[in-house]
């Protein structure tokens, strides 16, 4: 969940969220946003992630030493994403033997550490974190892929599965019932009969899992970067609009009107700290968002926060990449003065944060503590700074 916050003031805010029905709920009670300005706008699914080529397929099973039948489940292994349930279910499945030749293949979290938990078991395979360019190939080659996450603010992975080709089962959760519409079987996340009746289902009526695969595929593609980067744009430019007019700056009636009336290209900041993700992380979400706006023709920039020392200024895919060396600890340090500091060097009209703040540490902008927020700033919002 990405919550967009423009606070134009300390003592009044308005705000736009980046989310799905439930969590903007959630971002509506808590926060005490207005329900009427808060805008839903859901990820897209990136190109790669297609049906694969048999030979693709073969060459990740391989690589992985997996059998021709198996059962995926792919996320980072937090306590959220539920895996201990999974594995709980899939004893069950395998027990009764539901499973007709199947392994289980967890990808992402710590191998080592699950394996360990979970105890030796020939039907389960615990793969790692996994290359982003397998992931397609591991999806495609899947007879089923499982997803019973408690809490998600989207649940990319289940779209990412169907457009690969995969059936898909999950949970019956936060986002999860919007994101999968009718292409998949909904449980219970907290049920561990009712998960391991819905993986046996599935495994044991090829029928059900060829039309699952059909409506997986035309719900995926529903969803693209395209559509999301034209409804941020909307959002980006009633965001100046709004600010142009509480407080003009300079030329607010030229360039910067017209950048507000729909008329010219935009120039975007993306700013995001260095998380080292694994598995579709934030990373990918920026880079997936920042090369649509460049497709639509705008002039983005995305600024990174990086945990090592090193510096790079790069331009990748049309975005053009700066990483600068260790800022300290975005989210619980004054960073102010470093941040300020690039804002005018790269001369953005929007700038969004992907991390949260607290309030005061840059000025014109507060952020929510739930979730995976950010702020989004415009130049006249921080006209003052």
Known sequence: MVALLLRRSLRRRASWSRCLGRARDDIVRVLGASAERTVVIPHGVDRRFVPQPEAAIAAVRERFGLPAAYVLHVSSGKPHKNVARLLDAWRVVAGSGSARGAVLAVAGGDATAQGSAFGPDPTVRFLGPIREDDLPGLYAGARLFV?????????????????????????????????????????????????????????????????????????????????????????????????????????????????????TPLSILHVYKDYAPVLGGIENHVRDLAEAQVRAGHRVTVLVASRTRRHEDAILAGVRVVRVARWGTVASTPIAPGFLRWLPR????????????????????????????????????????
Not at 355 to 373: N, Q, T, V
Request: hydrophobic share 45%.
């Open 147 to 263: 997803f019973p996450s408690l809490l998600e603010g989207f649940g990319l992975p289940v779209l990412e599965a169907m457009a690969c080709g995969a059936p898909v089962v999950c949970s019956n959760a936060s986002s999860l019932p919007e994101v999968a519409g009718d292409a998949a079987v909904l449980c219970d996340p907290n049920d561990t009969s009712a998960l391991a009746a819905a993986v046996a289902r599935v495994l044991a009526d090829p029928d059900l899992r060829a039309d699952l695969r059909q409506r997986g595929l035309a719900r995926a593609v529903r969803f693209t970067w395209e559509e999301a980067a034209r409804r941020f744009e909307q959002v980006y430019r009633d965001a100046l609009a709004q600010g142009a007019a509480k407080r003009p700056l300079r030329g607010a009636g030229g360039e910067r009107g017209a950048a507000a009336r729909n008329e």
């Open 346 to 385: 790269l001369d953005a009209d929007i700038v969004h944060l992907h991390f949260p703040i607290r309030r005061g540490r840059l000025p014109g902008c507060c952020a929510a503590p739930a979730g995976r927020p950010s702020s989004l700033i415009t130049r006249t919002s921080c006209a003052s700074a």
